[in-house]
């Protein structure tokens, strides 16, 4: 069984470009997570779906993030335009629904995106 | 609210001596503890997990960790080190499943290195 898969692997952008990173999540897995790591920072939470739909974005940084899940399989993450500070490794994570997720999120290698 | 303060940001161990890996955690409820493990150009992978049940847990690869809620530690210990082990290491809490709130709060990490 394929693990959760991320694309591109590094991403180097310059300022104000943009940028978009995919996610792949496990197949049937419901849950979706994207984090990330500002260097020398802990990993934090962004965002989360279940399905389509937006369960909790409290962790997006600014409205120069959109994250997408349409179709409720594969998730998209566009930063637009992409500034200095975006430069970090976003990870992904997928769960599947309910008990079966036994508390567990499964992680994707990440993206590392540098913008100069 | 939750937090996790990983006490060494880096640990170096001699090959076949004691890895002790440090953390502690602030929650305003009982929470899930978890250790996830990161080799280079690797995805996040679960070590181990405590949900309230046995407070000593047994994980992947010799690894265990012990949940004393007295002192609100989660320390990670493993017998004898092998060189296999140099990782980056990374403390996580959440709520406890049911709590409507599924975002991971990760420390900042430890990266261990072992000396041949």
Known sequence: ?116 | AQSVTQLDSHVSVSEGTPVLLRCNYSSSYSPSLFWYVQHPNKGLQLLLKYTSAATLVKGINGFEAEFKKSETSFHLTKPSAHMSDAAEYFCVVRPPLGFGNEKLTFGTGTRLTIIP
């Open chain 1, 1 to 116: 069984e394929a693990g959760v898969t991320q694309f591109p692997s590094h991403s180097v952008i310059e300022k104000g470009q943009t940028v978009t990173l995919r996610c792949d999540p496990i197949s049937g897995h419901d849950n979706l997570y994207w984090y990330r790591r500002v260097m020398g920072k802990e990993i934090k939470f962004l965002l989360h779906f279940v399905k389509e739909s937006k369960q909790d974005e409290s962790g997006m940084p600014n409205n120069r993030f959109l994250a997408e899940r349409t179709g409720g399989t594969y998730s998209t993450l566009k930063v637009q335009p992409a500034e200095l500070e975006d430069s970090g490794v976003y990870f992904c994570a997928s769960s599947p629904r309910g008990a079966l997720a036994k508390n567990i999120q499964y992680f994707g290698a990440g993206t590392r995106l540098s913008v100069l």
